[in-house]
């Protein structure tokens, strides 16, 4: 990691929340995946607390499908050591950087934590080798089976068009200038991310700690039998 001076760690958070997490069904059918229960809580509460412990003080938490219950689930955040503010989003979702984009002005001028709210890790919620010019920081993961061609190339913590490539753990931080030109309502965010590292504007580290998501019902069940501690 590069020196403290460039140490930065946001006070604001995106949990996205909104996904129908069909590869969760008969799950998702009737519970959003973010309420998925793992060590006796939903996994978005899990971050809430981490997110917390960090230093955030302000989650925006994007909802669609049965997006009542998440809300009616969590409230106000208090109770979790921090703000909730909710972007509604209606019946169909925006994807990820429609729904970022929608929630802008929800999080404010600053960079901010974007997290997947179906991942479990044990990552710090820290970060130290983003540059002040940077348009996104990601945290990528070593290949998990279900993705073994990775999804970005990381090379001295650039993230650009060489170097091994790694898997993108739904953990990352985002400046709301890399939303500036998007014309879309429903977009994705890996275009966005791709332009902005062709420009030399991504930064990332790769952390080999514990990680895992819960995209698929048989994934659930694994993080369910090792959870972080194990």
Do not use: C
Request: no cysteine.
């Amino acid at each position: 990691m590069t020196s403290a001076r460039n140490e930065f760690r946001p006070t604001r958070a995106m949990i996205l929340a909104a996904g129908r997490g069909r590869r969760l069904r008969p799950l998702s059918d009737g519970l959003p995946k973010a309420l998925m229960e793992v060590e006796g809580k939903p996994l978005i509460e899990h971050l809430l607390k981490d997110l917390a412990v960090a230093g955030v003080r302000e989650a925006v938490v994007n909802l669609s499908w049965l997006g009542g219950m998440i809300r009616s689930r969590l409230g106000d955040g208090l109770r979790h050591g921090l703000r909730i503010r909710y972007s509604e989003e209606g019946e169909t979702a925006l994807d990820t950087g429609g729904g970022i984009r929608r929630a802008l002005p929800l999080l404010g001028e600053e960079p901010f934590w974007v997290v997947n709210a179906d991942i479990r890790t044990s990552f710090p919620f820290s970060v130290s080798n983003r540059r002040p010019r940077d348009l996104a920081w990601l945290m990528l993961v070593p290949n998990p089976a279900h993705n073994p061609a990775g999804d970005f190339h990381l090379r001295q913590e650039r993230v650009g068009s060489d170097g091994p490539r790694h898997t993108f753990g739904g953990v990352s931080v985002l400046s709301p200038e890399l939303f500036r030109d998007a014309g879309e309502e429903v977009f994705g965010l890996a275009p966005l991310l791709r332009a902005a590292a062709a420009q030399g504007r991504v930064s990332g580290a790769l952390y080999e700690g514990y990680w895992a998501d819960a995209g698929t019902v048989e994934r659930l069940e694994a993080i369910r039998r090792r959870p972080p501690e194990a």
